[in-house]
């Protein structure tokens, strides 16, 4: 029973991985907004109604990877050394270098340009980015609130997620406008670094300290 589990959750995994990629080299060459789901359904091979049993929404198509995201940051948090400020382990977090951003192959580094300009380009998809970082920050400001013993009603917790959230999301904005400029790795990894550590030592002042462990 738990190989046959394990065997048909490997086969779902690809059937989604091969409809997110179908779809991504579709609104690469087209657009977001130029393609339907019935056209990537065919191209795909599959059904529209398998498509939304995978991606609730169309734009979900192109952020699915960011499902590790909220995963990721609310354990480093989490599992923080003795000592540490959610701070502190926030800012390893935002500053490591991950996705196509930590790419040096040209062939990534234009991928991401192209991936950058499509979804600048497509006010739905940042409709949508809008709201998976909302619901990060809001389970972000859920932790934060269980390890200080804050009550219901103290925005602390709220506030600082939201600075800290402010952060990620300025350096994805910064990123995009610094690549739509034409700049590429490895000066653009760089120069986002350097941005994140400015941003974050302003923030040092009044969160340096802010939930120690």
Aim: aromatic share 8%; hydrophobic share 45%; proline share 3%.
């Amino acid at each position: 029973m738990s190989a046959q589990l394990g065997l048909r959750e490997r086969k779902k995994q690809r059937t989604r991985q091969l409809i997110a990629e179908t779809a991504v080299r579709l609104f690469l060459e087209r657009g977001f907004d130029g393609v339907t789901v019935a056209e990537i359904a065919r191209e795909a091979e599959v059904a529209e109604k398998t498509i939304f049993n995978y991606f609730p929404t169309k734009e979900d198509l192109v952020y699915w990877r960011l499902e590790t995201f909220e995963d990721e940051l609310l354990g480093t948090v989490r599992e923080r050394e003795p000592g540490e400020s959610i701070l502190a382990a926030f800012g390893r977090f935002v500053l490591t270098r991950r996705g196509l951003l930590a790419e040096q192959d040209p062939a990534a580094v234009e991928r991401l340009a192209a991936l950058t300009r499509m979804i600048t380009e497509s006010p739905a998809l940042l409709a949508r980015e809008r709201q998976i970082f909302e619901r990060y920050t809001a389970s972000l400001a859920a932790l934060i609130a269980q390890e200080t013993g804050a009550s219901a009603d103290d925005v602390e917790p709220w506030v600082a997620a939201n600075a800290l959230m402010g952060v990620h999301r300025a350096l994805v904005d910064y990123t995009r406008s610094r690549i739509v400029a034409g700049a590429r790795n490895p000066g653009l990894a760089r120069q986002v670094r350097a941005q994140g550590k400015r941003a974050l030592k302003t923030l040092e002042r009044g969160l340096g300290r802010y939930a120690l462990k």
